[in-house]
C-alpha cells in the first residue's frame, strides 16, 4: 500500500490550522509567545501543501520539511516548558499569556502545546518519508 504523505501532510495542517484559530477566535483562548511562533510554521503549510496538492508537486517536502522542523523544534521546547521539564525561569513567555498556562486538557491529558507536538511530528515524519520514497524512486 503506497501512503500519499502530501495528501495527509496538507490533512493534518489543515486540521492544526483550524484546531488553533477555534482555540483562540472561538474559544477566546490567546496564544502565548510559543504558540504565536508555532503558527507561524503551521499556517504557511496550508497554502505550501495546498499548491502543492493543487499542483500534484511530489516534492513538496523541499519546502514544506524546513518549516515544519522549526515548528518542531518550537513545540518540543514548548512541551518541555509545560510539563516542568525546563524551569519556568527560562521561558520567553515573560508578558502576556504564560506558556505554561493550561487553557484545556481533553481526555485528562492532550492539551494544546501536546496537539501541536503531535501535528509537528506528524508532518515532519511525513516530509521525511516522502523524501526517502522519492530517494528510492530514483535509484530505480
Request: aromatic content about 14%; hydrophobic content about 45%; charged content about 10%.
Amino acid at each position: 500500500m503506497k501512503f500519499n504523505y502530501l495528501q495527509l501532510s496538507f490533512l493534518v495542517s489543515l486540521i492544526a490550522t483550524v484546531g488553533s484559530l477555534y482555540f483562540g477566535e472561538v474559544l477566546k483562548y490567546p496564544p502565548c509567545t510559543l504558540c504565536w511562533y508555532q503558527r507561524i510554521c503551521m499556517y504557511p503549510l496550508v497554502v505550501i501543501l495546498g499548491s502543492a496538492l493543487w499542483n500534484n508537486e511530489s516534492s513538496f517536502y523541499r519546502t514544506a520539511l524546513p518549516l515544519s522542523t522549526i515548528g518542531l523544534l518550537i513545540a518540543a521546547y514548548h512541551n518541555l516548558l509545560y510539563y516542568g521539564i525546563i524551569p519556568d525561569s527560562i521561558t520567553p513567555c515573560s508578558q502576556g499569556v504564560s506558556c505554561t498556562s493550561k487553557q484545556i486538557e481533553i481526555f485528562g491529558f492532550l492539551t494544546i502545546p501536546l496537539m501541536s507536538l503531535i501535528g509537528f511530528i506528524l508532518l515532519t515524519s511525513f516530509g521525511v518519508l516522502a523524501k526517502k520514497s522519492a530517494w528510492r524512486t530514483n535509484e530505480k
